[in-house]
């Protein structure tokens, strides 16, 4: 496990990594749930010394579990590999920066609705961390002061939000806080349609259920006739 040293008046101690990302947090007094984003108290190099971090208690995990990740080929580098996947890759929106967005000026004053989506989503359940795959659509009435995000961007900003260990509810809530700041429409709405795999692996084990949720915002809460064309648009996908 990685260790850095830190001196206390006369004494020195050694701590993990994770506790001095910790430390800084709780000194700001910011929250750091699980599908917060903390990259702006990780220093450069610390991702690298998180990961032997959580790769050292990951084989612990798997010792307990009683497997012999010495002599098991299969298990050998698992540790390892699983730290990799949750810090690079599964759970990256919590450590990362969010994805630059170029934003245009609406220069045709365009008001008409529009509509993004289906996008392939990836979460991960914050109960058991089991999968969340899914689809999002993202609706935007915007108005003569909006700014325009290119179509790309708005997979790259959910990527970033989903990317973190969550509820359903919550992580669309997020993205719609994000695209509001970002486009600064009229209305928006976010609808997300997913199967959650803590569902279908354990407990009932039910394949065929599906979770679907929406986050409407300013003219799609308000205008029922709006909201319904935007429902109905999806609905054929």
């Not at 947090?25 to 971090?53: H, M, Q, T, V, Y």
């Not at 790769?55 to 590999?81: F, P, W, Y």
């Not at 999002?136 to 700014?147: A, D, K």
Request: hydrophobic share 40%.
């Amino acid at each position: 496990m990685t260790t850095y040293s830190r001196r206390d008046g006369d004494e020195t101690s050694a701590t993990v990594i994770s506790d001095r990302i910790r430390a800084r947090i709780r000194s700001a007094s910011r929250r750091f749930n699980a599908n917060d984003n903390i990259s702006e108290f990780i220093e450069p190099g610390e991702i690298d010394a998180l990961l032997e971090e959580v790769a050292g208690k990951m084989e612990a995990v798997l010792e307990s579990l009683v497997i012999d990740t010495e002599n098991d080929h299969n298990t050998n580098q698992t540790a390892r590999r699983v730290a990799k996947m949750y810090l690079t890759e599964v759970f990256k929106g919590r450590y990362e920066p969010a994805p630059p967005v170029t934003e245009f000026p609406n220069a045709e004053s365009l008001s008409e609705l529009m509509i993004v989506g289906p996008i392939t989503v990836r979460s991960a359940c914050s109960h058991h961390l089991c999968p969340i795959m899914g689809r999002v659509w993202v609706g935007i009435l915007p108005n003569e002061h909006s700014n325009l995000i290119g179509l790309s961007k708005y997979s790259r900003l959910a990527e970033w939000i989903m990317g973190r260990p969550q509820i359903q509810e919550e992580a669309i809530s997020q993205l719609a806080d994000v695209l509001m700041e970002k486009v600064t429409p009229n209305g928006l709405a976010v609808v997300m349609e997913a199967d959650h795999f803590c569902m279908h692996w354990r407990g009932v084990k039910d394949t065929g259920a599906k979770m679907i949720n929406s986050v409407m915002r300013g003219a799609f809460l308000k205008d029922a006739t709006l909201r319904r064309e935007f429902l109905s648009l999806i609905s054929k996908e």
